[in-house]
């Protein structure tokens, strides 16, 4: 079954740093984009941030500098690495398989991120 | 940065019915263009990607159309199933950027 598990989430007071982590099974991992989406409660979708088969990455503006995206093969494993967090920066991420050309065909669970003092 | 707008934000329709949602690109995306569903403490499934091929699993009565800047997502004969938000997405341009639109939702009339 092709499953996607994000892990990681908690409490974090602003300014500080969280570790995404998404473990991904029941494809080749090596051969799929991957992505970074997360959703305020009540609101709607914003794409965070994507990785490339070659590793390449990719970032809108409202968290360039601050997350960056990685991938490790080997383990099957996605990560987004968030620092200097804002009370904006609350919501559920999500990670998705995002093969080039046919939008988002795979999403995991969620994890939540609060940033609140 | 190519800005997403979906209309209306909410369609009441009732079950038997069809629906049709809009989504309009302030550039043109080409048929690059994704529609996904979401219910209520799910993740979004994916509907149709290149603005009108279906995803796996997905439904006939779910269909896209549309290139460039307009798109259209219909859905024939609503089932109780179908009442959730649905989202449009492009991912055109280069370098790669991915953007959705704030949703549209599909409620019971």
């Known amino acids: 079954e092709v499953q996607l598990v994000e892990s990681g989430g908690g409490l974090v007071q602003p300014g500080g740093s969280l570790r995404l982590s998404c473990a991904a099974s029941?494809?080749?991992?090596?051969?799929?984009?991957m992505h970074w989406v997360r959703q305020a409660t009540g609101k709607g979708l914003e794409w965070v941030s994507a990785i490339g088969t070659a590793g390449d990455t990719y970032y809108p503006g409202s968290v360039k500098g601050r997350f960056t995206i990685s991938r490790e093969n080997a383990k099957n494993s996605l990560y987004l690495q968030m620092n200097s967090l804002r009370a904006g920066d609350t919501a559920v991420y999500y990670c998705?398989?995002?093969?080039?050309?046919?939008?988002?065909?795979?999403w995991g669970q969620g994890t939540t991120v609060t940033v609140s003092s | 940065e190519i800005v997403m707008t979906q209309s209306p934000a909410t369609l009441s329709v009732s079950p038997g019915e069809r629906a049709t949602l809009s989504c309009r690109a302030s550039?043109?995306?080409?048929?690059?263009l994704a529609w996904y569903q979401q219910k209520p403490g799910q993740a979004p499934r994916l509907l149709i990607y290149?603005?009108?091929t279906r995803a796996t699993g997905i439904p006939a009565r779910f269909s896209g159309s549309g290139s460039g800047t307009e798109f259209t997502l219909t859905i024939s004969s609503l089932q109780s199933e179908d009442f959730a938000v649905y989202y449009c997405?492009?991912?055109?341009?280069?370098?790669?950027?991915?953007?959705f639109g704030q949703g549209t939702k599909l409620e019971i009339k």
């Open positions: 550039q043109s995306v080409s048929s690059n």
């Open positions: 997405q492009q991912y055109n341009n280069w370098p790669l950027m991915y953007t």
């Open positions: 029941g494809f080749t991992f090596s051969s799929y984009d």
């Open positions: 998705a398989r995002g093969p080039s050309g046919t939008g988002m065909d795979v």
């Open positions: 290149g603005a009108s």
